[in-house]
């Protein structure tokens, strides 16, 4: 007898999606779900129309509008970027696909809105025009982005040409410790795999860390696979996972979510199913952690200091002494000491009703630092309408954040929200890339709880720094 | 699409790891709703530095962009491959490419090229010691030529028929419709749809 082969979560979820496989070729790949939003997808619309080609699956297609959208009606859009917005509003007319644009009870960032809405569930395949999209795997989904040529394939065809991806394993077991977030969690993998350390692989987080998280903290670890360079992250669907899904809009009812529930416990990695690499690292390892330079991968925990590039390995050297440069950090600096101008909690990693309350708590009955601007820009409008049923704008309001409508807003600085040149910003985004936040802005990437207690010292801190 | 047999031309040398597509063309050129006419936005903030190696004039007309390994990481902008692609061009060298750059530069006929770190580190100094050295990228036989490097690079026989006859990817993909349609059929009920 011959032993079946054990399967990972990713290849389950992979094979089940398979249209078309022939030797020479990649794998022609069904597409459940696909987001799209106003920035990378005009292109391929016109791309349709010039083909006189039709959208295949508008019911499997969901549109907002996020990227570019401004925040508050204080600083309205540009002309170019409305241009952008009336391009998205007649495509989705004109093809038959659902909008939610600014102005809806519905918008927000397409990661946060789609798993508000149930449309992300386990064992689906999801793209979109982002590179974020790998948020999705936090419910067992594979989900990954692509560029807008492939947008416009798949609006075409609902599928894609892609080879199937390796495999990694990262385990992390054990307790986090107390002040210990997804988001460090996800920057401690990073900082021990490296910003290519996933490149061409899912990476599935595993271990009792991981299985301990909620599902909104599981999405922040998933969301930042791309900053491992990983082509998607994913967490196996469990308990938690169903009791997340349950009851959703989209979520599937009565005898169709008992025949899901089914056929989702059996999509877990097999015992003894072979990783193309594994890392395993203890939960106990984990600290809050703080970047210094300019890719994802350059952080220390908040009670370190800025590096000596000529203290590490000599192939980060000129790469950290360049990034120093750009942030204009000293070597032996300690983090805390490190005076921030802006604080930023938002974007798809943390800007959930969970990020919220975490920051909002500790910003409860304090003042923002005289000199700091604080901006809360909530994921989504659903996020913003529970933050306020909860009443946690008061909070940040009274502890002087602005309170914003939902958009990507500073994490890429598309809207008018972004740093000036030399502006420093504790920021609970993804990327603390050059120019990433506004030209010339420093980015610090941070969880929301040290962001919320950076907003109040003026200088990176933990919430237990603050008097 | 465009075909693409051999790409022969001088080579940029940009020895830096890890180079992001913000760094490649920042989000403010984003918000344009066409294909072209982001060429003045590559690479934007470094050009203003007069020593980046771009603002060489002995580097103007290059075609091959020869980067550190994960070029063209963090976000999925096409506008990057099209930025590049505007401003001439056409093939990449890197010891490894960021995956969804990679597939982008497929889109676009720009050839992907992933070669080992030695050879890479070869071609990074030939082009810095002569900028008029020429390289040579075949794609059919998928190998990279220069003075004393002869290399080879992965390439799948599907990606290099594509850009050996400029196919549009959706007409291909169009002729495996029943295929799609098959696999429609039994897909599980349960899964979300938008319709009504």
């Avoid at chain 1, 025009?129 to 065809?157: C, K, M, N, P, R």
């Avoid at chain 2, 969804?100 to 030695?118: D, Q, T, Y």
Wanted: aromatic share 6%.
């Amino acid at each position: 007898m011959v032993a079946a082969v054990k399967r990972t979560l990713a290849e389950k979820v992979w094979d089940r999606h398979v249209v078309r496989r022939a030797t020479g070729e990649p794998d022609l790949l069904y597409v459940d779900l696909h987001l799209v939003h106003e920035v990378t997808s005009p292109q391929a619309f016109e791309g349709l129309r010039l083909a006189h080609r039709a959208v295949r699956r508008p019911d499997l297609t969901l549109a907002t509008m996020d990227h570019n959208v401004p925040t508050t009606t204080a600083t309205p859009a540009d002309d170019i970027s409305l241009k952008q917005m009336e391009a998205m509003a007649r495509n989705a007319r004109e093809f038959g696909i659902r909008l939610y644009p600014m102005g809806t009870p519905e918008q927000g960032i397409v990661h946060v809105i789609s798993p508000q809405l149930g449309l992300t569930e386990p064992g689906m395949t999801i793209v979109c025009g982002d590179s974020h999209t790998s948020t999705h795997g936090a419910f067992g989904a594979i989900a990954f982005g692509i560029g807008t040529s492939e947008v416009e394939h798949v609006l075409a065809t609902q599928t894609l040409w892609a080879a199937r991806p390796g495999t990694m394993a990262v385990t992390v077991d054990g307790e986090l410790p107390r002040g210990v977030w997804a988001k460090d969690v996800i920057l401690g993998i990073i900082s021990r795999i490296g910003v290519s350390g996933g490149v061409g692989r899912i990476i599935e987080y595993r271990g009792s860390a991981i299985r301990g998280l909620s599902m909104e903290g599981r999405m922040t670890v998933c969301n930042m696979s791309i900053e491992a360079g990983a082509r998607a992250g994913m967490i196996a669907p469990d308990e938690v996972t169903f009791a997340y899904v349950e009851k959703r809009k989209h979520a599937p009812q009565g005898a169709e979510w008992d025949r899901a529930l089914d056929d989702w416990r059996a999509l877990p990695t097999e015992d003894g199913a072979r990783f193309d690499r594994e890392v395993r690292i203890h939960a106990s390892e984990l600290r809050p952690y703080v970047s210094w330079g300019t890719n994802p991968a350059q952080t220390v925990t908040i009670d370190g200091r800025v590096p000596d590039p000529e203290a590490l390995e000599p192939a980060l050297r000129e790469a950290a002494a360049r990034a120093l440069r750009y942030m204009d950090l000293t070597p032996g600096t300690p983090m805390r000491d490190i005076v921030v101008d802006a604080v930023f909690l938002g974007s798809c990693t943390n800007a959930r009703i969970e990020d919220l309350r975490v920051a909002s708590d500790v910003v409860r009955g304090r003042k923002v630092k005289t000199g700091v601007r604080a901006l809360v820009v909530p994921g989504s409008m659903l996020v913003k309408a529970q933050a306020e049923r909860e009443g946690l704008d008061r909070l940040f309001r009274d502890a002087g954040f602005e309170w914003r409508d939902a958009g990507c807003s500073m994490c890429l600085g598309m809207n008018p929200d972004i740093l000036g040149p030399g502006e420093r910003c504790a920021s609970t985004s993804n990327r603390n890339f050059e120019g990433r936040q506004g030209p010339g802005g420093r980015t610090h990437l941070v969880s929301p709880a040290v962001a919320a207690a950076t907003a109040i010292a003026g200088h990176f801190a933990l919430p237990d720094d603050l008097s | 699409m465009r075909t693409v047999r051999r790409v022969t031309g001088r080579a940029l040398p940009l020895d830096r790891a890890n180079v992001d597509t913000d760094q490649i063309i920042p989000a403010h050129w984003l918000k344009r709703v066409e294909r072209t006419g982001y060429g003045a936005g590559l690479f934007e903030a470094w050009r203003r530095d007069p020593a980046f190696v771009m603002n060489d004039p002995r580097y103007a007309g290059a075609r091959v962009l020869i980067a550190g390994v994960n070029f063209g990481s963090g976000s999925s902008r096409e506008h990057a491959v099209w930025a590049l692609d505007e401003v001439g061009f056409r093939a990449v060298i890197a010891p490894r490419l960021a995956d969804i750059f990679r597939a982008n530069c497929l889109k676009s006929g720009i050839v992907p090229v992933e070669l080992e770190p030695e050879a890479v580190t070869k071609l990074l100094e030939l082009a810095l010691r002569d900028p008029r050295t020429e390289i040579t990228i075949d794609v059919e036989r998928r190998t990279v030529e220069a003075p004393g490097v002869h290399a080879s690079f992965a390439l799948d026989d599907h990606a290099r028929a594509r850009l050996l006859e400029g196919l549009d990817d959706i007409a291909v993909t169009l002729t495996h419709t029943d295929e799609i349609t098959t696999y429609e059929a039994r897909r599980a009920t349960w899964l979300p749809s938008l319709r009504g």
